[in-house]
């Protein structure tokens, strides 16, 4: 694969940016969630700000616990919604598939909230136990 001449990243510093293992980055990558945009002749990946901005979305969506399909359908929505080749009524399907994530996430959030809500509880109650 051939690389853009803009700045690219090897993994280890999108790793570091982005606060993630060099292993999970490369799983993303074997299960077919996120591609690098090029390799150097040596094999070794390189990314974009592109790619980082991707790997960003996906890292967001892992503690909603969404899966690893609905996360990919997620990532090719938003690709198509930045490809100015999309037609118009593919973007309006694209909108309305992201709307429906968008819920999900935000009923995810919510319960997300009530567990940390019910560990602060939890947390008062043991240090008023302890006096």
């Known amino acids: 694969m051939s690389t853009n001449p803009e700045a690219v990243m090897h993994i280890g510093e999108v790793a570091a940016r982005t606060e993630l293992s060099l292993r999970s980055l490369r799983h993303w990558e074997e299960v077919g969630l996120l591609q ?20 960003l979305v996906i890292r967001r969506m892992k503690p909603l616990g969404f899966s690893l399909d609905q996360m990919k359908a997620v990532m090719r929505d938003i690709e ?6 999309t037609d118009a009524g593919e973007r309006d399907a694209v909108r309305q598939r992201l709307d429906e994530i968008r819920q999900d996430a935000t009923e995810r959030r919510r319960a997300l909230v009530r567990q940390l809500e019910m560990a602060d509880e939890f947390i008062d109650l043991i240090t008023t136990r302890r006096g």
């Open 36 to 55: 690098p945009s090029g390799r150097t002749d040596g094999g070794f990946r390189l990314y974009t700000e592109a790619d980082v901005e991707k790997v």
């Open 80 to 85: 198509a919604l930045d490809d100015p080749a």
